[in-house]
């Protein structure tokens, strides 16, 4: 059995799922049925900074808290919601979207370039 590297399973995961541009997203900041995820780790989060109003979903635990059976479950993430994900460079958050749509989201798109491009785009950050 061949293993699959992570860089194909990230452009696997980009042709199956819906990428924006940092400014595609930017325009979506702030409108109702829209919920920016950030997948990122406690630790980068901390250090850089977030979406102001994003929900953090780490990575690790990001199908337990999107599984409304599980304990862990967090309500803001919902099939009835728009989802942007996005990490720190737009790999992990093309996982994690590919993730939620095999799940069964419908409504899930991830950020090109990550934190560092939506800020840059001018998204409200902050700690």
Request: glycine content about 8%; proline content about 4%.
């Amino acid at each position: 059995m061949t293993i699959r590297s992570s860089k194909e399973m990230v452009a696997q995961a980009n042709a199956a799922i819906e990428t924006l541009t940092p400014e595609q997203a930017v325009a979506l900041s702030g409108q109702p049925g829209t919920v920016f995820v950030d997948v990122r780790d406690a630790a980068e989060r901390e250090k850089t900074g977030t979406l102001k109003g994003a929900l953090h979903a780490p990575r690790a635990f990001l199908e337990f808290m999107a599984d409304p059976a599980s304990e862990r479950h967090l309500s803001e993430l919902s099939n009835d919601k728009q989802l942007v994900l996005f990490c720190a460079s737009g790999s992990r958050s093309a996982l994690a979207a590919k993730t939620l749509k095999d799940m069964g989201y419908e409504k899930v798109a991830h950020v090109a370039g990550g934190f560092g491009a939506l800020a840059k785009a001018g998204a409200p950050t902050g700690h």
